[in-house]
């Protein structure tokens, strides 16, 4: 009995600990998917802007709150693609620890744009 107990307790313990997370920007002409996390810096966002930019996506995460060490938060993040697609998401630290979220845009597929949980 007492082994069963604490198989059970060590899986759900396992179980609650946050996932492996990286920040994960991904383009190509006409593409472009982010995915924030956890793990995210303030200083991944303003370099992922930067590359966003190049393609007329504009992010705002400006009222996103950050952790001294730079890591996100709480996430609150405004996006404008080049066809004018316009979307908002916001997510918690707890949230993030389990979930992406983020955007999808692409320019000629189906969904064009989509933001939220990836």
Same mark, same amino acid.
């Given at each position: 009995?007492?082994?069963?107990?604490?198989?059970?307790?060590?899986? +759900?313990?396992?179980?609650?600990? /946050?996932? &492996?997370?990286? @920040?994960?920007?991904?383009?190509?002409?006409?593409?472009?998917? +982010?995915?924030? =996390?956890?793990? @995210?810096?303030?200083?991944? #966002?303003?370099?992922? =802007?930067?590359?966003?930019?190049?393609?007329? %996506?504009?992010?705002?995460? =400006?009222?996103?709150?950050?952790?001294?060490?730079?890591? %996100?938060?709480?996430?609150? #993040?405004?996006?404008? @693609? /080049?066809?004018?697609?316009?979307?908002?998401?916001?997510?918690?630290?707890?949230? #993030?620890?389990?979930?992406?979220?983020?955007? +999808?845009?692409?320019? &000629?597929?189906? /969904? @064009?744009?989509?933001?939220?949980?990836?």
């Amino acid at each position: 009995m007492k082994n069963v107990l604490f198989a059970m307790m060590s899986i +759900l313990i396992l179980g609650c600990q /946050p996932k &492996d997370l990286p @920040t994960e920007l991904i383009q190509s002409e006409g593409f472009a998917s +982010l995915k924030v =996390s956890h793990m @995210t810096t303030k200083a991944e #966002l303003e370099a992922m =802007s930067q590359k966003l930019a190049l393609q007329e %996506i504009k992010i705002d995460y =400006s009222s996103s709150v950050f952790f001294d060490d730079g890591k %996100i938060q709480k996430l609150k #993040l405004y996006v404008v @693609t /080049p066809g004018g697609n316009t979307g908002a998401t916001a997510a918690d630290v707890v949230t #993030l620890q389990f979930k992406y979220f983020g955007f +999808l845009y692409q320019k &000629d597929g189906n /969904p @064009t744009f989509k933001i939220g949980e990836m």
